[in-house]
């Protein structure tokens, strides 16, 4: 990854201290190696403190490149964090989904008659900690609406929404207030739009603001 000019490698990283109520994942070494590399490639955390909550939904975007799941694999962990991320259960395959499953995936069955929705609140209540993490995008290419999995899956399970973003013009992984979903979703996903600016992406040309 180069590193832009608005970014310098050998900053501090301000890495967010994380409880022990919150789903954890890997150890000092993984840590230590990942702080060094967020460190040598420019990147480091601004905003709000962690969540110390046991659930919730972690929402990411703009999503606009393919970078953008190194960038979370590294930020996961360098604050040891264990999140979960949804994929067709055609990608958990043997070989492939030794990886994606070491690395957080949880196969969703898309053809099932409990759809995603409901397979991954099953999912979050038998689960003593968890971070759902989603793209509202739900794709790379440009799209003018989010796709409303996220809010439903926090709905359905009482979960907050805690909305990260990754800002490739400054090299910031932005983390912003945990947000309390009231029921409203217009207005709540109108309110957590507000936090994401196209600028932000990877490629901005493929954000909807």
């Known amino acids: 990854m180069s590193v832009p000019q608005t970014a310098r490698s050998g900053g501090a990283v301000n890495v967010p201290h994380v409880s022990a109520n919150v789903a954890r994942r890997g150890n000092a070494f993984m840590k230590g190696m990942m702080i060094t590399l967020m460190r040598l490639t420019g990147w480091r955390f601004t905003g709000a403190d962690f969540p110390d909550r046991r659930k919730f939904v972690l929402i990411v975007a703009p999503h606009t490149s393919n970078w953008d799941f190194p960038v979370g694999i590294m930020a996961m962990y360098a604050l040891g964090i264990r999140g979960t991320f949804l994929g067709k259960d055609t990608l958990f395959k043997f070989p492939l989904g030794i990886l994606m499953r070491f690395l957080g995936g949880f196969p969703v069955d898309r053809t099932s008659r409990s759809d995603v929705v409901t397979q991954t609140t099953e999912l979050v209540e038998r689960s003593d900690r968890i971070i759902i993490v989603l793209s509202p995008e739900g794709t790379r290419k440009y ?24 800002d490739f013009s400054e090299r910031a992984i932005r983390v912003f207030p945990l947000f309390e979903p009231t029921g409203d979703q217009d207005a709540d996903v109108a309110a957590l739009r507000r936090h994401f600016r196209p600028e932000m992406g990877r490629y901005p040309e493929k954000y909807a603001p």
């Open 143 to 166: 799209a003018p609406r989010w796709r409303s999995g996220f809010y439903w899956i926090a709905q359905k399970t009482g979960m907050p929404i805690l909305p990260v973003a990754f």
